[in-house]
Nanobody, 119 residues
């Protein structure tokens, strides 16, 4: 059974930093792409960043480029999202998800971690 557990969220002032972690179990982590998504109150879930299984290809949403960094450690079954220069509009619940190579969609999701950025 695939389980993804996010951690590292919290309350931070604008301009601050947070590092989110995603712990994966129940899957061969090294063959899955990992994505980070977020959902703010009253808004649809949106893509933040993704990294392929071996970390070769990384993609960011325009809104976070230059501020967020996605990474992974396949030996530890972990993925990370380093968030710098945080803005109030980054406030959301952040989710990690996994997608098997060749699959159309992200099939497994974590429960999310709240990030709140105060102005």
């Amino acid at each position: 059974q695939v389980q993804l557990v996010e951690s590292g969220g919290g309350l931070v002032q604008a301009g601050g930093s947070l590092r989110l972690s995603c712990a994966a179990s129940g899957l061969t982590f090294s063959v899955y792409s990992v994505g980070w998504f977020r959902q703010a109150p009253g808004k649809e879930r949106e893509f933040v960043a993704t990294i392929t299984s071996r970390g070769v290809t990384i993609t960011y949403a325009d809104s976070v480029k230059g501020r967020f960094t996605i990474s992974r450690d396949n030996a530890k079954n972990m993925a990370y999202l380093q968030m710098n220069s945080l803005k109030p509009e980054d406030t959301a619940v952040y989710y990690c998800a996994t997608k098997l190579r060749g699959a159309a969609d992200f099939g497994s999701w974590g429960q999310g971690t709240q990030v709140t950025v105060s102005s």
